[in-house]
């Protein structure tokens, strides 16, 4: 995928791929993330990431830009929510810093939610602290929830269509 701004100029080659397990994309993705700076993150991810463990439709996705990670989203049956009867969630959304503004966040958010409804779902849920951001990718404000940590965060929904 090539974005171009407003005059047409070219300025970034975007590649969205799945991350399957025991691959050199799964390894250069825990190499990503144990650099990236989203600390809150990072040690679960890791696990999450070097254990494998995603089952049945669960899995990451990978936004390359000539040949490097720059940002990830993985699609889940649970979050860090007690909400068994919620899914799927689109969680675990980053994009490295330096190439925030690109539309990277929308690509990864679309394509998860391609693979979401090919997958036979008809919606997905992200929770999040933010206002403002979710709802420009078409999601809406359910309810609050509460998380592990008894945090409270915001859960927004999207139907797939």
């Not at 791929?17 to 700076?37: G, M, Q, R």
């Not at 600390?39 to 089952?55: G, I, Q």
Request: proline letters at 3%; aromatic letters at 16%; hydrophobic letters at 40%.
């Amino acid at each position: 995928m090539i974005f171009q701004d407003d005059i047409g100029k070219e300025y970034l080659n975007l590649e969205i791929k799945k991350v399957e397990k025991d691959t050199e994309l799964a390894d250069n993705l825990i190499h990503f993330v144990e650099n990236f700076s989203w600390e809150d993150v990072k040690e679960h991810m890791l696990e999450m990431l070097r254990s494998w463990a995603f089952t049945d439709w669960e899995t990451p996705f990978a936004a390359i830009v000539d040949g490097q990670i720059v940002g990830m989203i993985s699609i889940m049956k649970t979050d860090y929510y007690p909400l068994p009867e919620i899914f799927p969630w689109v969680s675990s959304l980053f994009v490295m810093e330096e190439y925030r503004g690109n539309r990277i966040s929308e690509s990864l958010i679309g394509f998860a939610n391609e693979y979401a409804k090919e997958c036979g779902f008809v919606r997905t849920y992200i929770p999040t602290d933010h206002i403002g951001l979710y709802e420009k990718f078409g999601y809406h404000y359910l309810r609050d929830i509460t998380n592990y940590g008894n945090g409270t965060d915001r859960l927004y929904v999207k139907e797939l269509r």
